[in-house]
């Protein structure tokens, strides 16, 4: 996957930034979607890894950005607090289309040996993945799908966004150490997926 390229705002340009935000500035806000839309739309690839619904949800996660950012406190940093926005949209997202617009197609994962997931790389389309790739990172994507929520959220934020443990931490509100333990859950997790897939195809 690419590497997200990180562009931090000082402390005082930040505080700035936020100021003029909450003061209704459309030039500030436009600053904003600069900085941080790149960024906004690699995390939401991690979690729906179709480019056009990727980029759906990032218009939902900035709507949400200027609606909200009146009651930013600053106890994060603001790239956190975005980051944190982009993952709660993409996993509302995801319910969604699980219950409405999509179900067939994830009840589908049920009999999923039978087609090798060729029904999974059609829905597929992440911009950063070969084609000859696709199938294969197609079923990948489905079984991260398949983990318990916080551990999704740390294998994707981490090993898909290539954050930090600590930038990790801080985005969802825990610690370092608790961040470590989910990865490691959901690397063991994964694998037993992926085995268990890969034994019945």
């Not at 700035?16 to 904003?32: H, I, K, N, W």
């Not at 199938?135 to 994707?156: D, G, H, Y």
């Not at 990790?168 to 690397?187: C, G, H, P, Q, Y």
Request: hydrophobic share 40%; aromatic share 8%; glycine share 4%.
């Amino acid at each position: 996957m690419t590497r997200v390229i990180k562009t931090d705002l000082t402390l005082d340009n930040e505080q700035q930034l936020v100021l003029d935000l909450q003061a209704g500035s459309e030039q500030a806000f436009r600053t904003l979607i600069d900085l941080y839309q790149d960024k906004a739309l690699s995390t939401c690839l991690g979690f729906i890894p179709n480019k056009q619904d990727a980029e759906d949800v990032v218009q939902e996660v900035f709507v949400e950005v200027y609606r909200s950012v009146g009651n930013f406190k600053g106890d994060s940093k603001l790239s956190s607090w975005i980051y944190r926005i982009a993952v709660n949209k993409c996993l509302e997202a995801i319910r969604f289309k699980k219950r409405k617009k999509r179900r067939a197609f994830f009840q589908s994962l049920v009999g999923m040996h039978e087609n090798n997931g060729a029904d999974l790389a059609r829905d597929f389309d992440h911009p950063g993945v070969l084609l000859e790739n696709k199938e294969r990172t197609a079923v990948l994507f489905s079984k991260i799908e398949m983990l318990p929520e916080n551990q999704r959220i740390v294998f994707t934020l981490c090993k898909i966004d290539d954050l930090s443990y600590k930038e990790a931490a801080e985005i969802m509100n825990t610690s370092v150490s608790s961040v470590e333990s989910l990865m490691f859950r959901a690397k063991k997790n994964l694998q037993k997926l992926l085995e268990d897939y890969y034994r019945n195809t």
